[in-house]
């Protein structure tokens, strides 16, 4: 796939044209990361934006004893290091390849560039911003007011929310999601075996299937 049909999946970029798109890809420079590695560290000067084009990789924070807690895991087309294009600051957390990953990166100069003759993009940037400041928040509201069991449906439902259907397709592990929940692995295996019991969700190799998402959404906290 080219720098090109990578742009065109990227919702920040939908409304461009294809003379526009075409100047976006001949300043992108493409990057590859091997599984584990580490992309950015927490503290880094913050000079661009990066596209995941094929991959998955997770944005986490790590304790002084090592600890990770996971802020997002994002696949094909997400992006992240945006905050950075805007205040200058640097980087707020580590991002690590949790496959083999193809990047694309925008530097800042670059972007800001191409943003004063495309404003829609700032708009589109903004309300990304807005969005995962949302999520952020729940997220926190989360962590303070629901048990393990309440923390796990949420995410469920969040990221089946995200795909827009019922179907989880990203591939995370128990300990994947006890470090995006804050728990161990131990406690989101027995959350995880009680929703399958309870008909809530189906879990297989591949996939999770929310099959009930208001009993899953009521565990959550949420009315919808």
Not at 105 to 120: A, C, E, G, T
């Amino acid at each position: 796939m080219s720098t090109l049909d990578d742009l065109r999946r990227v919702p920040l970029f939908s409304d461009l044209l294809e003379g526009d798109l075409v100047r976006f890809a001949d300043i992108t420079r493409e990057r590859e990361y091997p599984r584990n590695s580490v992309i950015l560290f927490e503290d880094d000067p913050g000079d661009s934006l990066y596209i995941v084009s094929t991959g998955q990789v997770k944005v986490v924070l790590i304790g002084e004893d090592g600890r990770e807690v996971i802020l997002s895991v994002l696949n094909d087309g997400d992006f992240f290091g945006e905050m950075s294009l805007i205040d200058d600051e640097p980087r707020s957390a580590h991002v690590i390849a949790m496959k083999d990953s193809r990047l694309l990166v925008l530097r800042r100069d670059d972007f800001q560039q191409q943003i004063n003759q495309h404003p829609s993009i700032a708009v589109k940037l903004l309300r990304v911003l807005v969005q995962r400041l949302r999520r952020a928040d729940a997220k926190i509201g989360g962590l303070v007011l629901l048990d393990v069991n309440g923390r796990v449906a949420k995410l469920l439902v969040d990221l089946a929310d995200e795909g827009g259907g019922p179907k989880i397709t990203r591939k995370l592990t128990h300990h994947t999601i006890a470090q995006m929940i804050g728990s161990s692995r131990e406690t989101v295996s027995r959350a995880m075996r009680e929703l399958s019991d309870r008909g809530l969700v189906e879990v297989t190799r591949r996939e999770i299937t929310i099959k009930n998402r208001e009993g899953l959404a009521a565990l959550a906290g949420d009315r919808a």
